[in-house]
């Protein structure tokens, strides 16, 4: 219930009833004065005290992401990465049911580029946000939005978060983030398709062991259903290809593998 209220808020917060566009920006001459005050703005609603003013907060980043897709310099770029950065490490720790300022942030810094990708990277990793089902709505929110920079020097850690991960949603969570990497240099498309087929496979065949008390295949199903169709939506953007089950991926992958693809 969380997830689906999170995902509709920023839907609508930072969507702003609009398609975010696909095209990166043209850089805007000079400083924006309101990306210096709505960042000031941020850094107070983060410190708040009594952590009542997170919907300003969210209001802000709102601003700061439009301001992102219409094109800012690159020192303002950088610094409303250093402030979303801010949003995530600094103030009191909000409730994990209460995350709309972090979650706000995660989203923003997928258009933010390398400096975005950092900071997300840092933030998953970071043990202010434990490793606990409680959690993981926001760490997902943390690699979809990493996904989002198309970053490729971050598709190695992805792709191990989808194949190493044992928590379902993050597995699920990582490899929806890989299918940003459509327009990816070949090999590293290559290597993310691999990884992704073999650890599917590997799933599959523990999944077919279910017996009485064989609690490894029960996980097993549980994780398949979780990542599936999002992997495999990935696999058909990465290849260009459109298939459904493991055993005809396997087929193609093993047939062009060495070849080249589109």
Not at 238 to 246: A, D, M, S, V, W
Request: aromatic share 6%; glycine share 6%.
């Amino acid at each position: 219930m969380i997830r689906v209220a999170l995902n509709a808020l920023f839907a609508l917060a930072l969507l702003g009833g609009a398609p975010l566009s696909s095209q990166t920006p043209a850089p805007a001459k000079g400083p924006d004065k309101e990306v210096a005050e709505k960042i000031v703005l941020l850094k107070e609603c983060v410190m708040d005290k009594k952590m009542a003013r997170d919907a300003e907060g969210v209001a802000a980043i709102d601003v700061l992401v439009q301001k992102l897709q219409a094109g800012v310099e690159d020192k303002d770029r950088l610094a409303i990465a250093k402030a979303l950065d801010g949003a995530l490490t600094q103030g009191k720790l909000r409730p994990h049911d209460n995350i709309s300022l972090y979650s706000a942030a995660a989203v923003a810094l997928g258009y933010c580029g390398l400096d975005g990708a950092k900071v997300l990277k840092a933030a998953y990793e970071n043990k202010r946000y434990p490793k606990r089902k409680e959690w993981a709505p926001l760490r997902e929110f943390f690699l979809r939005s990493l996904g989002k920079t198309k970053e490729e020097s971050m598709a190695k850690f992805l792709t191990e978060e989808a194949v190493n991960n044992t928590e379902a949603a993050l597995m699920a969570a990582a490899g929806e983030a890989l299918g940003n990497y459509e327009e990816a240099k070949e090999a590293v498309r290559k290597e993310i398709v691999s990884d992704l087929i073999k650890k599917w496979g590997e799933e599959e065949e523990l999944a077919s062991q279910l017996g009485s008390g064989n609690m490894q295949a029960l996980n097993a199903k549980d994780r398949l259903s979780a990542f599936l169709d999002k992997w495999n939506a990935t696999l058909a953007k990465l290849t260009r290809q459109n298939f459904k089950k493991h055993l005809e991926w396997q087929s193609w992958h093993n047939k062009n593998r060495n070849a080249s693809w589109q």
